[in-house]
């Protein structure tokens, strides 16, 4: 569930037509369902520090490059988009129930000439503990159809051999952080190897044994303890 005021919806609007922001970036408070504990995500202090975005200059994608491929937080709703913009580049989401967001935003991202940043928090986002980014399933193995649809706009973009850095450590971060969320760890090393490179499925291949080893290691001390 997501919330945004009609008052807070004309200051960005105001913003993107004085800056002439194809997109302008802000950011939200993370309202936990069981407790109602409000978390701040500061944009500029979490992904932007590096790079000295102000409120007052626009940036791009080349002004990010390390952290082209999330640098603006990988969801839409934290955004304001101009409708020309996304009709002109076709911005979509991908047919799955994870990282769907993530081609729409790495999209206006690549294609925007002008991103602004709004430090404020304009948005609440409450979190629902059996949300589809909480759940366990072997569903959540559409998530290579995100990955697929990311390559695709590379590709399209004629950005392949530029991002080939920035696209890996893309795929070692969403892979690593959405695999806890599919069942079968065999189906899931098995999808690697057919979707990644040898060298990012044989890498997550490593650690997911590395990982087992050191749960093994903890749960044999655990006994010991006992």
């Known amino acids: 569930v997501q919330t945004c005021a009609l008052p807070i919806l004309e200051e960005l609007y105001l913003k993107a037509d004085k800056q002439n922001c194809d997109v302008v970036v802000f950011n939200f408070n993370k309202i936990n369902e069981k407790d109602n504990k409000i978390t701040g995500y500061n944009i500029r202090e979490k ?92 569903k959540n193995l559409c998530l290579f159809k995100s990955i697929d649809s990311v390559k695709r706009l590379v590709c399209e973009k004629g950005l392949t051999k530029e991002l080939a850095k920035e696209f890996s450590q893309y795929i070692f971060r969403l892979v690593n952080w959405h695999k806890r969320q599919i069942v079968s760890q065999s189906k899931f090393l098995e999808v690697c190897k057919k979707k990644l490179s040898k060298y990012q499925s044989q890498t997550i291949i490593d650690r997911h044994s590395a990982n087992q080893m050191l749960l093994t290691l ?9």
């Open 47 to 138: 992904l932007l520090k590096p790079f000295n975005i102000s409120e007052s200059h626009n940036f791009n994608w080349k002004d990010i490059k390390p952290c082209v491929f999330g640098g603006i937080y990988l969801a839409a709703w934290n955004k304001l988009y101009r409708m020309d913009f996304v009709r002109k580049n076709n911005l979509h989401f991908s047919k799955c129930s994870l990282a769907e967001d993530n081609v729409f935003v790495i999209g206006a991202t690549l294609s925007a000439k002008n991103i602004g940043y709004a430090n404020k928090y304009y948005y609440n986002y409450l979190i629902h503990e059996n949300s589809a980014l909480r759940s366990k399933s072997d």
């Open 218 to 226: 903890l749960d044999s001390l655990k006994q010991k303890i006992k």
